[in-house]
Nanobody
Framework: VQLQASGGGLVQSGGSLRLSCVVS????????FAWFRQAPGKEREFVAG????????DYADSVRGRFTISRNSAENTVYLQMSYLQPEDTAVYYC?????????????????WGQGTLVTVSS
């Protein structure tokens, strides 16, 4: 499986962006997915996760209520809708896939990663 992330860009504080992660080689229903981010000088952190079933999701406290992870089986794509963006959301965002039912909050179990897309939020 391969992941292709896109949708990042420059947005003002309070704005919105939607990140896309196109999955090729296997169907999105074969994996649990997560979005991680890494800000300059900081460790990579978990942002959002979705179970392989698609019925369960999970969010970091810092984004809960502002971000939504979803998937479209017909498009074989996983999304991260981001609203009310703040400067502290500035980071490179990565999508990741794991062949388990659940979504680990640690990055190590994920066996496939997208290339990352940069989100910059100006104040």
């Amino acid at each position: 499986v391969q992941l292709q992330a896109s949708g990042g860009g420059l947005v003002q504080s309070g704005g919105s962006l939607r990140l896309s992660c196109v999955v090729s080689g296997r169907t999105v229903r074969s994996y649990a997915f997560a979005w991680f981010r890494q800000a300059p000088g900081k460790e990579r952190e978990f942002v959002a996760g979705m179970a392989r079933s698609g019925s369960l999701t999970d969010y970091a406290d810092s984004v809960r209520g502002r971000f939504t992870i979803s998937r479209n089986s017909a498009e074989n794509t996983v999304y991260l809708q981001m609203s009310y963006l703040q400067p502290e959301d500035t980071a490179v965002y990565y999508c990741a896939a794991v062949s388990s039912a659940g979504w680990p909050r640690q990055g190590d179990p994920y066996n496939t990663w997208g290339q990352g897309t940069l989100v910059t939020v100006s104040s």
